[in-house]
């Protein structure tokens, strides 16, 4: 998961690829670079073009210091901020990369699984080679491949880039500068995203996802694997696969480019968790009535007999949007007779379960890009499954295979640990399983009006409880010296505990692992003593009680107890250590509330100990590999 931008215009290209590259550095951040081309004004100069490659280790602040110490200009070039795959962080591995000749520079975003025996290949010795990655083997190839094709502009480049494409195995997003092709950049995708855009007055960029392309144009096009894109000052041409030139279908983009800002937070983390209250209202607008009642039926028009006629349905993804799939199953599994099967999606490609035309296949993924998400609904569709998608990305890859989309319209995620999108999901999720019951005639009306119209009341009381931060965050500063965690949830509880340890270890790096509270005696209980605080999702619901023996279970062994609980509730005045409430709702619908005090503790625990909470060490916000 690395972040590309490119650019050809009229404006001297370095600020643009830096800006482009730091609202995509939520992709990866461990070295970064640029490449600049500097054609000479006069076409028919006999003088070579000067190519600028500055590029480094660590972030792209650090490549704006080293652009700033020594300057470079050009009106076209490109630009890539690492995420390692192949080689380690350094700055030879780091992306520009040239062919051996140095007559092309490109960069890459994904994995060429077949570089090692396409490097055997290649007549260049394996020691020629600068760098250990893949990208650098490309780069030779496709060089060797435009030479072959006469070297000639457009066409040899195209030809070489259909032959590349053939060659290559795995997922890639290329942009490719040739010094011989003035004015152009190519653009090869298959498997890795990018999106093209032209801003009308003569600038045409080219970047992994559409925050790098919101200040110059909201109308763009989403290149599908095997397309090719020549950039140019006049605008956009795309050829398919096959060599065939064509037109490509563009999307207008309803975000614009404060939302990609912090607007005065600290951190997109902290702005996103404080936008939950409009992403929720924002999720239900249009699909759930003032009076409680769902209609889905513009977004997905099936027909009673097609929902009944499905036997099971699956629910499939990877980490955050596993967890508010978990809790959608607990709420599904209330109001339809349908077989559920809710998995990690690196394991339901690999099991062996039915999966046919009578199955609903759902995948949640906030990117649409996670490839291993991609890879569960390429098999379930294989195998004839109706595919949704619900995903905050519409251009998305997984918007774009599948049958039907459910939009989560949560606006720009840029932090990498997911927050309001979490929310955006359960509250789609809820929608959905409610249309799904509705045309399959398991829900009363009376049970659907009260469930929607409590729905319709969350923002607010997500809202009241983001008005409450300090006393998270003196929370907080009362346990970030503790170096495990254990969080504890039953029934709709348990996974909002997992996500809750989920973003506690990734933005803090302390161990925190989650269990059903009923587990606890079953091995983990062996953990507790004073120094492993323990976070308890305890809202009133019907488990209650069942909770309440867990937290005197580890109170007996004094480890310090945190409960989240109901507003009212004082039954666990004298037991927890301390207690933060949200305010009353329905036990279907606490996770949406019991879900922020875990976010806001994670977040300000991250920042007593100073993290870098919008990038974590490790990380990126979309897995676009395996
Ligand atoms: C969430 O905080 C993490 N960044 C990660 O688990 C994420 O939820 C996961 O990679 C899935 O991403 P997706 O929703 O874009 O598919």
């Given at each position: 998961m690395c972040g590309i931008v490119g650019y050809i215009g009229h404006r001297n290209v370095v600020d643009i690829l830096v800006k482009g590259l730091q609202s995509l550095e939520y992709r990866g951040y461990d070295s970064a670079g640029i490449a600049v081309v500097d054609y000479p004004e006069d076409k028919n100069s006999i003088k070579a073009p000067a190519v600028h490659i500055v590029k480094g280790v660590g972030k792209v602040a650090d490549l704006k210091s080293m652009l700033d110490s020594s300057p470079v200009s050009g009106r076209q070039g490109i630009g890539h901020t690492r995420w390692a795959t192949h080689g380690g962080v350094t700055?030879?591995?780091?992306?520009?990369?040239?062919?051996?000749?140095?007559?092309?520079?490109?960069?890459?975003?994904?994995?060429?699984?077949?570089?090692?025996?396409?490097?055997?290949?290649?007549?260049?010795?394996?020691?020629?080679?600068?760098?250990?990655?893949?990208?650098?083997?490309?780069?030779?190839?496709?060089?060797?491949?435009?030479?072959?094709?006469?070297?000639?502009?457009?066409?040899?480049?195209?030809?070489?880039?259909?032959?590349?494409?053939?060659?290559?195995?795995?997922?890639?997003?290329?942009?490719?500068?040739?010094?011989?092709?003035?004015?152009?950049?190519?653009?090869?995708?298959?498997?890795?995203?990018?999106?093209?855009?032209?801003?009308?007055?003569?600038?045409?960029?080219?970047?992994?996802?559409?925050?790098?392309?919101?200040?110059?144009?909201?109308?763009?096009?989403?290149?599908?694997?095997?397309?090719?894109?020549?950039?140019?000052?006049?605008?956009?041409?795309?050829?398919?696969?096959?060599?065939?030139?064509?037109?490509?279908?563009?999307?207008?983009?309803d975000w614009d480019v404060s939302m990609v800002d912090k607007g005065g937070y600290p951190h997109f983390m902290l702005k996103e968790i404080n936008e939950q209250g409009a992403v929720l209202r924002s999720s239900m607008a249009k699909r759930l009535a003032e009076e409680g009642t769902v209609d889905l039926s513009a977004e997905l028009p099936w027909t009673k007999e097609e929902a009944c006629a499905w036997k099971r349905i699956h629910i499939v993804a990877c980490g955050t949007s596993y967890y508010a799939s978990l809790v959608a199953e607990r709420f599904l599994e209330t109001i339809t007779d349908l077989d559920i099967r809710v998995d990690v999606a690196s394991e339901y490609r690999y099991r062996n379960f039915p999966v046919g035309p009578d199955t609903l296949a759902v995948f949640v993924s906030q990117s649409g890009e996670t490839a291993d998400t991609l890879a569960a609904e390429r098999l379930a569709k294989a195998r004839g499954a109706r595919c949704l998608a619900v995903t905050n990305v519409i251009g998305s890859t997984l918007a774009r295979e599948v049958d039907d989309i459910l939009q989560l319209k949560a606006g720009p995620e840029i932090g990498v640990a997911a927050t309001k999108t979490f929310m955006g999901q359960m509250a789609v999720l809820y929608l959905l399983s409610l249309y799904i019951a509705k045309l399959r005639e398991t829900l009363t009306g009376d049970y659907e009006r009260t469930i929607g119209r409590e729905m319709l009341a969350l923002p607010y009381k997500v809202e009241s409880i983001l008005q409450q931060q300090e006393k998270i965050q003196k929370l907080a500063v009362l346990h970030s010296e503790a170096r495990d965690f254990l969080f504890l949830g039953r029934g709709n509880s348990f996974p909002v505990a997992l996500e809750g340890a989920l973003k506690l270890k990734e933005i803090s790096y302390i161990h925190a692992e989650a269990y059903a509270a009923g587990e606890m005696k079953h091995g983990p209980i062996a953990l507790l003593d004073p120094r492993v605080p323990v976070v308890v999702v305890s809202p009133k619901d019907d488990l209650h009680e069942k909770t309440f023996s867990n937290i005197l279970e580890a109170k007996a062994r004094k480890a310090p107890v945190i409960a989240i609980a109901s507003e009212g509730d004082a039954s666990l005045d004298s037991t927890a250590d301390n207690i933060f409430h949200v305010p009353v709702t329905l036990p279907l619908l606490s996770p949406f509330l019991t879900v922020t005090p875990l976010q806001l503790f994670a977040y300000y625990v991250a920042k007593i100990l100073g993290c870098d909470i919008d990038q974590p060490r490790n990380l990126a916000k979309s897995v676009t590999v395996e």
């Open positions: 700055e030879v591995n780091a992306h520009p990369h040239s062919d051996l000749s140095s007559k092309l520079v490109l960069v890459h975003n994904g994995i060429v699984e077949n570089y090692r025996e396409l490097r055997a290949e290649l007549a260049a010795p394996a020691e020629s080679y600068k760098s250990e990655t893949d990208t650098e083997v490309i780069a030779q190839l496709l060089s060797t491949l435009y030479t072959k094709y006469g070297g000639e502009e457009r066409p040899a480049m195209i030809e070489a880039l259909v032959a590349l494409h053939k060659r290559l195995r795995g997922s890639f997003a290329l942009v490719i500068m040739a010094k011989d092709i003035p004015g152009k950049i190519y653009c090869l995708r298959k498997g890795s995203p990018l999106v093209v855009g032209f801003s009308g007055e003569g600038e045409a960029l080219c970047a992994s996802d559409v925050p790098a392309i919101l200040p110059y144009t909201q109308d763009v096009v989403y290149l599908d694997d095997g397309d090719i894109a020549e950039l140019s000052a006049e605008g956009m041409r795309f050829w398919n696969a096959s060599g065939e030139e064509f037109e490509k279908n563009h999307v207008h983009i």
